[in-house]
């Protein structure tokens, strides 16, 4: 890509950022809540797309970080007094640590091996956040004091999740994206040719992790009260997955506009059709797994819409 | 890259378009919002169904009768999928977007403590049907009122009961989440309260299923009762094994689990005497609040089946709701919750007068499983029949 078209992606990435920045004047409390989470799922697709999507590493248990970031930004405001804010990089910190220790063990099983240990490990925060009573507080969950936050959840939200499209878009435009994409293709052959595989797994690995737990921290503040059936919740790592894999999972846009259609398309449909929605949302994912197995930057491009070296 | 991100950007703007900015403006004037954000989908689907029976049987009889304050109530009832993110989302959506002229309550302890926060900033009461778990009301919260009693005193009865047939030692186990943690609070205040020694309190996993090395140990701390805190796998899980491992206790009292009709079907002969709490039982002649008769007869018409503490307590707290619309004669949100505050009343639930937490002291039922039947045997002034205590031994059933 030429340094032009950088130019016109930041342009853009730009033009997005004014416009959301703008956002919460125009809107009610309810549709700037909901362009919130919009925004934290952009910020766990995309996450969950480094490891998954460009290194090839199907992750099954990213909901682990997500909730040590929710706990860290609870305990720390709640029980220390910390400031918000900076609980985020706290809670970025720790995931960060969690995944040099599970990455360096795990990600040398491959393939299923991989999606099942990380499954495993997501389980396993829960029950330590279920039992670990004297920092979590158990299953009574942690509520924090009330207070004003849907100005500035929102704007928490927005810089994490520009941070995390610049990071994405940085990894996929660089060397080190290049051999995650070549791990990714061909691990052996990848070594041979001397890139060092572990230290790029663990780097890609430590990525994804730090951003979803400032996103779980931000939701924790959002919301007030955390409890671990619901931040540990497998669900939210199911979203990522299919969220990237709708989109176009190994591509930086695909997520983003993976995540941004699945949430909007889930919020319809239980407005419009409050009980048959759960129905709804899973024919919208078969037929998407059917008819666009690479997501809908693969449909676009097989189509011809997309030039291909344009989708990065 | 260019169309991508123009669509992106033309999807959320279409969204704008979409999602109806606010219905204020063009409702009818002789009409009324009331609305809510249940659990129609997720874990908490069963026991929030019943609820919305409930709210729905209400809605059309008030509807029949001319209206809340002469007018017709437009219902909306929204799913949080069980899910306190999304219900902290519809809660804003009712209250900012359809802004909504009486707000209902939703599911769980967990999700109401979340969504209590909402009630505060924008000054919208309600009764929380759902919710038994005191914390909620230890914030002083000004906005949110209960009317079901306390998780605290779910084991009330049964600690007198042990009491009253001399037990000394008891155990108290639960799971481990908020509302059956609250009752083996409450079951260790009782204790305490009453003289009992509490030789063991221990909570376990939820989903867990074996409890062999649990009940021994129960059995090797000397336990002569037990007090679970429990649902229904749990609960079942537990006596079942007990029986297995022939272990006997004078008493053994569950939470919730007991009071489920399948609890007796399927544990048989097992279930014979075990305790169960129930919030409130549709027995108009025992416990004799006025409007039972009619109420059940009308709910169970409408859905085939009797009302159980969950559809009779939701029905009271909008029996409150509609007195209390009356005294503060409009739907001023402030005069709601003074009424809300203030107001005395009885309803097929029981009485209603809140403390200056916002807090109902509403006393509830504790029941013997006896012959396959719920039977009330606490308090004594609403008991059935005397509790046969203690439980035979297993050798001699």
Known sequence: ?312 | MTQCVLRAVAALMALLVLVPAGRAEDRPKNEVLVGGAISQTGRFAEPAGRQVNAIKMWVDQVNSRGGLLGRKINLVLLDDKSDTQTAVKLYEKLITEDKVDVLLAPYSSAITEAVANINERYKMPFVAYGAASSPIWEKGRKYIFSIVAIAEDYQKGAVHLAKQIGVKRIAIIGEDSLFPRQSGIGAKQWADKLGLQVVLQENYPQKQTDFTALLQKIKAAGAEAIMSNSYFADAAAQVRQMRELNLYFKLFSGTVGPGLPQFAEQLGDSAEYILGFSQWEPLPDILKHPGMKEFIAEYEKRYGEKPNYHAGGTYGALQVTEAALKQAGSFDSQKLRDALASIETTTVFGRYKVNDKGMNDHEGLTFQILKGERRVVFPEQWAETKAKLPIPEWSKR
């Open chain 1, 1 to 312: 890509m030429t340094q032009r078209e950088h130019l016109r992606n930041l342009a853009l990435l730009g033009l997005l950022a004014l416009g959301l920045l703008a956002l919460p004047q125009g809107l009610s409390v309810y549709l700037t809540s909901f362009a919130l989470f919009t925004m934290m799922y952009v910020v766990l697709a995309l996450s969950w797309n480094i490891i998954s999507g460009f290194t090839g590493y199907t992750s099954f248990g990213h909901v682990a970080f997500y909730g040590i970031g929710a706990y860290a930004c609870a305990i720390l405001v709640v029980d220390h007094g910390w400031s918000w804010v900076t609980t985020l990089f706290a809670g970025a910190l720790v995931a960060g640590l969690v995944a040099v220790a599970i990455g360096y063990p795990v990600l040398r099983l491959k393939g299923p091996y991989f999606a099942i240990a990380m499954l495993g490990m997501a389980e396993g925060t829960r029950v330590v956040a279920t039992v670990w009573d004297g920092l979590t507080h158990g299953g009574l969950g942690i509520s924090f004091p009330s207070v004003e936050n849907s100005t500035s959840t929102y704007y928490a939200m927005l810089v994490l999740m520009l941070i995390t499209i610049a990071v994405a878009y940085l990894v996929a435009h660089s060397r080190f994206g290049i051999r995650l994409n070549a791990i990714r293709e061909d691990e052996v052959a990848a070594e041979a040719l001397g890139i060092n595989v572990t230290r790029y797994k663990l780097l890609a690995f430590v990525l994804s992790a730090v951003f979803p737990a400032a996103a779980g921290g931000i939701q924790a503040y959002k919301v007030l009260y955390i409890e671990p059936q619901a931040v540990f919740f497998v669900q939210i790592t199911i979203a990522m997955a299919l969220m990237s894999m709708l989109g176009g999972k190994g591509t930086v846009i695909g997520p983003v506009i993976g995540a941004v259609l699945l949430y909007t398309a889930q919020e319809l449909t239980w407005v419009n059709f409050p009980t048959a929605h759960l129905i709804a949302y899973g024919l919208f994912i078969i037929v998407v797994a059917r008819f666009m197995p690479r997501g809908l930057i693969g449909f676009a491009i097989d189509r011809g819409w997309v030039r291909k070296g344009m989708v990065h």
